[in-house]
């Protein structure tokens, strides 16, 4: 029986993209995450890097996006996959199907 499914996923994450610019602040995301860096270079041709954790082996290439959902877990994404799943929001958006918080009187 063909079954369809709609995603659950709703919040906003602090996402970052592997490029030469941002590589240091993706091994920082990783070494926060307990994953220990075994290996990373980056040059004009190659961005990558590799770390070690309890979960296994994580690796980032150029392009892909490096983030932590409201648990706390560290997704890895290609930016291509990424793209069709999320979508970029202002910083003071609302969410929809998220409680909205009341301040008290």
């Known amino acids: 029986m ?3 499914f ?3 996923v709703s919040g906003v994450f602090d996402i970052v993209q592997l490029s030469d610019d941002t590589f240091s602040e993706v091994v920082e995301k ?3 995450n ?3 860096i075994d290996q990373q270079f980056t040059n004009r041709e ?3 890097v590799e770390a070690i954790g309890d979960s296994g082996t994580k690796s980032v290439s150029r392009g892909d996006m490096v983030f932590t959902d409201e648990t706390g877990e560290l997704f890895i994404m290609s930016e291509k996959r990424f793209n069709a799943t999320y979508e970029e ?3 003071d958006s609302k969410i ?3 409680e909205m918080a009341t301040d008290p009187v």
């Open 30 to 32: 990783l070494k926060a």
């Open 6 to 8: 709609k995603a659950k």
């Open 34 to 36: 307990d994953y220990h």
């Open 89 to 91: 929001v202002e910083e």
């Open 46 to 48: 190659e961005c990558y």
């Open 2 to 4: 063909k079954k369809k």
């Open 96 to 98: 929809p199907n998220q």
